[in-house]
C-alpha cells in the first residue's frame, strides 16, 4: 500500500531563511507520480507540484524547489528565502495509481517568523 | 481560472440533523472525491466517483454517510444523523487522468 511520511511536525524559520521539507514515500509502483499542496490558514488546499517518477530532474518555480530521488524514496521541498506568507501547513501525497485517491501525509507547520 | 465549488463553505447544527454538503467539479473532469480532515486523522479518503459511477466509498461510515453524482456537474455528500464526531472540514476534489487533482475551499463542518 502506499504511504507517506512527513517527519518533520512543525518547523519555525526566521523570514529569508532556507528551509527544507521532507518527504518519505513508499509505493510498489514503477511509475508513479508525487505531489505537493499548501494549505494556509485560510484552510484551502493549494496544488503545488506534480512530479512523475521517471522524470528525476529537479525542479525550480521562483523561491520553490523540489529534489527527487527514487533512490532513497524522498521528495523533498525547499523554499528559499521564506517569507511570513509561506506560513501554512505543506503536505506530500502520492496517489494509489493513476487518477486515483490521494495518500497524504500528515503535514509539516511551517511558521515564518517575521 | 476553472475551480471546484463547495457550499456551504460552514455548518453548524445540532446532532441528529441531516448535513448536505454540494460540490461542483471543475467541468471536464471526470473524477471527484471526497475526502475528510481532521487532527487525528489528517486528510483521508470518504469516496470518489469517475464518470459518475460510484467506484470506493470504503471510507464512508455505510450507516449514516451517503455520496452521490445527481449529473456531471453535481456531487453531494450527506450525513444522516450527525453526530459530534462528524466535526471535520469536508473537502471535495476533482481531477482527470494524469492531472492534479484540484480541492475545493472545503465545508467546515461543526455538529454540536
Known amino acids: 500500500a502506499q504511504k507517506v511520511t512527513q517527519a518533520q511536525t512543525e518547523i519555525s524559520v526566521v523570514e529569508k531563511e532556507d528551509v527544507t521539507l521532507d518527504c518519505v514515500y513508499e509505493t510498489r509502483d514503477t511509475t508513479y507520480y508525487l505531489f505537493w499542496y499548501k494549505q494556509p490558514p485560510s484552510g484551502e488546499l493549494v496544488f503545488l507540484i506534480r512530479r512523475n517518477s521517471f522524470d528525476e530532474q529537479n525542479e525550480i518555480s521562483g523561491r520553490y524547489s523540489w529534489n527527487f530521488q527514487k533512490s532513497t524514496s524522498s521528495f523533498n521541498f525547499t523554499i528559499t528565502a521564506s517569507q511570513v506568507v509561506d506560513s501554512a501547513v505543506y503536505f506530500c501525497?502520492?496517489?494509489?495509481?493513476?487518477?486515483?485517491?490521494?495518500?497524504f501525509g500528515k503535514g509539516t507547520r511551517l511558521s515564518v517568523i517575521a | 481560472d476553472a475551480r471546484v465549488t463547495q457550499t456551504p463553505r460552514h455548518k453548524v447544527t445540532e446532532m441528529g440533523q441531516e448535513v448536505t454538503m454540494r460540490c461542483q467539479p471543475i467541468l471536464g473532469h471526470n473524477t471527484v472525491f471526497w475526502y475528510r480532515q481532521t487532527m487525528m486523522q489528517g486528510l483521508e479518503l470518504l469516496a470518489y466517483?469517475?464518470?459518475?459511477?460510484?467506484?470506493?466509498d470504503s471510507g464512508m461510515p455505510k450507516d449514516r454517510f451517503s455520496a452521490e453524482m445527481p449529473d456531471a456537474t453535481l456531487a453531494t455528500l450527506k450525513i444522516q444523523p450527525s453526530e459530534p464526531r462528524d466535526s471535520a472540514v469536508y473537502f471535495c476534489a476533482s481531477g482527470d487522468f494524469g492531472q492534479p487533482q484540484h480541492f475545493g475551499d472545503g465545508t467546515r463542518l461543526s455538529i454540536l
Open positions: 501525497a502520492l496517489p494509489r495509481s493513476g487518477n486515483t485517491p490521494l495518500v
Open positions: 466517483f469517475r464518470n459518475r459511477a460510484p467506484l470506493d
